[in-house]
T-cell receptor, first 112, second 115 residues
Framework: SQQGEEDPQALSIQEGENATMNCSYKTSINNLQWYRQNSGRGLVHLILIRSNEREKHSGRLRVTLDTSKKSSSLLITASRAADTASYFCATDPNSGNTPLVFGKGTRLSVIA | DTEVTQTPKHLVMGMTNKKSLKCEQHMGHRAMYWYKQKAKKPPELMFVYSYEKLSINESVPSRFSPECPNSSLLNLHLHALQPEDSALYLC??????????????FGNGTRLTVT
């Protein structure tokens, strides 16, 4: 069963604007990961945030995690056309040897 | 370019054919995964090998048969598939045993069409 739910399902913005995607999940986690997938390609890991962390940065990416609300957000600042992709959150459940659970994803379109 | 290599990139097969998908990584990762992804959907886990042993089979039909000949290679043998099995098949690896709290490294997938 899928635990992560992203919103919005689709997002269209102009180049240079910021893009924010949200992810909600249901059970306690060890960590939460964000992945990007360009059309017809594999997923690329972007950032991992552990359950005891609240915020993490990587270049133009900023991820927050609120374990009390069971939610995370991914912010892409100063977006570029090359950021056009699907973005998935994935949770590592805190329940033994359990697989990563991927959310449904957000399809981001950045218009030049 | 990804460090996980999948071949072929595209495959068209009939419902009576037998074919195999191949995946290779040379990063020394000890866990390898097969995922199936339909259009506009997230990847769905099929199988996990950890230290060359099958550790997870997500109730996948027997027409899909995984094989891990060694720690660098992962195969998915296909037989008597159905048109609904058409999808992007993704291989992934991770450094530690299955789900050892580390990110997955994905290949670019095999686009499978069953006619």
């Amino acid at each position: 069963s899928q635990q992560g739910e992203e919103d919005p399902q689709a997002l269209s913005i102009q180049e240079g604007e910021n893009a924010t995607m949200n992810c909600s999940y249901k059970t306690s986690i060890n960590n939460l990961q964000w992945y990007r997938q360009n059309s017809g390609r594999g997923l690329v890991h972007l950032i991992l945030i552990r359950s005891n962390e609240r915020e993490k940065h990587s270049g133009r990416l900023r991820v927050t995690l609120d374990t009390s609300k069971k939610s995370s957000s991914l912010l892409i600042t100063a977006s570029r056309a090359a950021d056009t992709a699907s973005y998935f959150c994935a949770t590592d459940p805190n329940s033994g040897n359990t697989p990563l659970v991927f959310g449904k994803g957000t399809r981001l379109s950045v218009i030049a | 370019d990804t460090e996980v290599t999948q071949t072929p990139k595209h495959l068209v097969m009939g419902m009576t054919n037998k074919k195999s998908l191949k995946c290779e990584q040379h990063m020394g990762h000890r866990a390898m995964y097969w995922y199936k992804q339909k259009a506009k959907k997230p990847p769905e886990l099929m199988f996990v090998y950890s230290y060359e042993k099958l550790s997870i089979n997500e109730s996948v039909p027997s027409r899909f048969s995984p094989e891990c000949p060694n720690s660098s290679l992962l195969n998915l043998h296909l037989h008597a598939l159905q048109p609904e099995d058409s999808a992007l098949y993704l291989c992934a690896s991770s450094p530690l045993g299955a789900f050892g709290n580390s990110p997955l490294h994905f290949g670019n997938g095999t686009r499978l069409t069953v006619t």
